[in-house]
């Protein structure tokens, strides 16, 4: 599988922006997406992760409420729509794939068999 990052860019804090990323190589239907940041100095952090239908998501505490994850079969592109950014928000943002029948998400980066090459998203204050 490989995956293309794309969307960061700089915004102001209260922002928003979306970030993408395109998946290749396999059906993107047998595909667990999650996506994942890392701010420099800091280990790498849960963001949100979304079932191979797209039915189940799940986020992580610092981003509920504020960021959705969805996906565009068609496309074979999952997205993450980030709304009210912080400086905080401030990371090197990861997409990964798990190739799984399970029906549900994953929220532990060791479960990921294949990652993209990040996009950086910058909030300034």
């Known amino acids: 599988v490989q995956l293309q990052a794309s969307g960061g860019g700089l915004v102001q804090a209260g922002g928003s922006l979306r970030v993408s990323c395109a998946a290749s190589?396999?059906?993107?239907?047998?595909?667990?997406m999650g996506w994942f940041r890392q701010a420099p100095g800091k280990e790498r952090e849960f963001v949100a992760s979304?079932?191979?239908?797209?039915?189940?998501?799940e986020y992580g505490d610092s981003v509920k409420g504020r960021f959705t994850i969805s996906r565009d079969s068609a496309k074979s592109t999952v997205y993450l729509q980030m709304n009210m950014l912080k400086p905080e928000d401030t990371a090197v943002y990861y997409c990964?794939?798990?190739?799984?029948?399970?029906?549900?998400?994953?929220?532990?980066?060791?479960?990921?068999?294949?990652w993209g090459q990040g996009t950086l998203v910058t909030v300034s204050s």
């Open positions: 979304i079932s191979r239908g797209g039915s189940i998501t």
């Open positions: 190589g396999r059906s993107f239907s047998t595909l667990i």
């Open positions: 990964a794939a798990e190739q799984q029948y399970f029906s549900g998400t994953r929220n532990l980066a060791a479960s990921y068999d294949y």
